[in-house]
């Protein structure tokens, strides 16, 4: 517990320790390392973003060891917002997101690693800086089936999600 508010904690932050800092107005935010030089935040309007200038760390899911910083408020994170600088998204990193509705990628990114967006199957918007011609030239890992089905809104238009037929019996 940090008896200050954000603004004041942000001026004093240690970089390289991962916690959660509960301010004396109420709110609270997760902040954190996520690649060597990039790191997390998650403030508590359920927003987690990301930034720096390189790769996101791969993660892997299960019981294994190796979770995401945060993994155990991944049920809350409502919106993602990965800043320009970050290049790579990593393994499983926002795997889980059950509540995840939107992600902002920037034209930065060049790969999109494998079950990074798996099972976050309430995401419908991407908010990609970059043209479309651009967003087809990322890398996109396996099982990404809930970020290539959202509407990828980009500088030069959207791209739709594809529509699967309908299978009846």
Excluded at 5 to 10: C, H, K, P, T, V
Excluded at 30 to 36: D, F, N, Q, R, V
């Amino acid at each position: 517990y940090y008896n200050g508010y954000f603004a004041d904690f942000r001026e004093i932050y240690i970089s390289n320790f991962e916690f959660d800092v509960h301010f004396k107005d109420g709110t609270y935010y997760g902040w954190g390392s996520c690649g060597s030089d990039v790191s997390w935040v998650m403030d508590d309007s359920n927003t987690l973003t990301i930034n720096g200038a390189g790769y996101m760390t791969n993660y892997f899911n299960g019981y294994s060891d190796g979770f995401t910083p945060w993994y155990f408020r991944r049920q809350e994170i409502e919106t993602s917002v990965i800043e320009n600088g970050v290049i790579y998204i990593g393994n499983y990193a926002l795997e889980g997101c059950l509540k995840l509705k939107s992600v902002t990628i920037p034209n930065t990114i060049t790969e999109i690693g494998n079950y990074a967006f798996r099972r976050c199957g309430n995401l419908t918007d991407v908010y990609y800086n970059g043209s479309k011609d651009e967003w087809h030239q990322i890398a996109i890992g396996i099982e990404n089936d809930c970020l290539i089905n959202a509407f990828i809104h980009c500088s030069d238009g959207t791209i739709t999600p594809m529509s699967l037929p309908m299978i009846t019996a």
